[in-house]
């Protein structure tokens, strides 16, 4: 068994509340309630479901503090100016620094519904492309980690090119909108919060990623390619 004290629905509105009244010093009176209603849990959480991350990924950044949202912002380089967030993730993925385009699983909640989800953010247009070569490479493949996606309740997510690729009519018509798609996702959306404050909610999730890990191993593989791509391309350069 393992310790899961729940993410309270109180925790989730006074993080509203927080953000709300934006100053450092309503959050410093409530900052270890914060952390017992909500940021202690999600740690637990991270630490439950590593345990499979690990699994997927042996090369994932695991360590829950680094897994998991800060509640203050990083207003640096934002338009907006307000200092505290009302919602938290928690991100399972390798390093951004290390390998910035490598896809990810996540859990985020808000004060009225949760998420979780697979895929990849914020890819150049050569990841984009050796997206769409993979599938082109193995469309069956691809069509059943899609599939394995959608039997949870998972809707798709991603940015659709304007211009249709001329490629896309070669695939079967049930694919054809992930193929002509940028920063591919899927995510599955609950609305029953009354769900995070026991541990019965876990075995579900864990569930859900089992059936996204396809999708993963897919995302993974075409930024395998990039990264060979890359690193062929350096001892060109250092060999020139």
């Excluded at 769900?195 to 930024?223: A, H, S, T, W």
């Excluded at 390619?225 to 060999?239: A, G, I």
Aim: hydrophobic share 35%; proline share 4%; aromatic share 16%.
């Amino acid at each position: 068994m393992y310790k899961f004290d729940g993410i309270k629905t109180e925790g989730m509105w006074l993080l509203a509340q927080n953000r709300f009244e934006n100053n450092k010093a309503f959050y410093e009176e409530h900052k270890e309630e914060i952390k017992k209603l909500v940021i202690n849990p999600a740690k637990q959480l991270a630490s439950i479901i590593a345990e499979d991350m690990y699994k997927y990924d042996p090369f994932m950044e695991l360590n829950p503090s680094k897994m998991i949202s800060r509640v203050r912002r990083d207003t640096r380089f934002s338009k907006d100016k307000t200092m505290y967030r009302e919602n938290l993730w928690i991100m399972f993925m390798r390093s951004k620094k290390i390998d910035p385009f490598v896809p990810c699983f996540w859990f985020e909640f808000f004060q009225d519904h949760y998420t979780c989800g697979v895929g990849a953010f914020e890819c150049n247009a050569r990841v984009n492309e050796i997206y769409r070569e993979k599938i082109l490479e193995n469309p069956a493949e691809f069509r059943k980690a899609v599939k394995s996606c959608l039997s949870v309740g998972c809707q798709l997510g991603g940015i659709p090119y304007k211009k249709l690729n001329k490629s896309t009519e070669k695939l079967p018509k049930d694919i054809q909108n992930v193929f002509n798609i940028k920063n591919v996702n899927f995510r599955k959306t609950f609305s029953d919060l009354s769900k995070l404050e026991n541990e019965e909610f876990i075995d579900e999730l864990r569930y859900i990623y089992n059936k996204m890990n396809p999708f993963y191993q897919f995302m993974l593989r075409v930024y395998q390619q990039y990264k060979l791509e890359r690193s062929e391309y350096s001892c060109e350069q250092r060999e020139f």
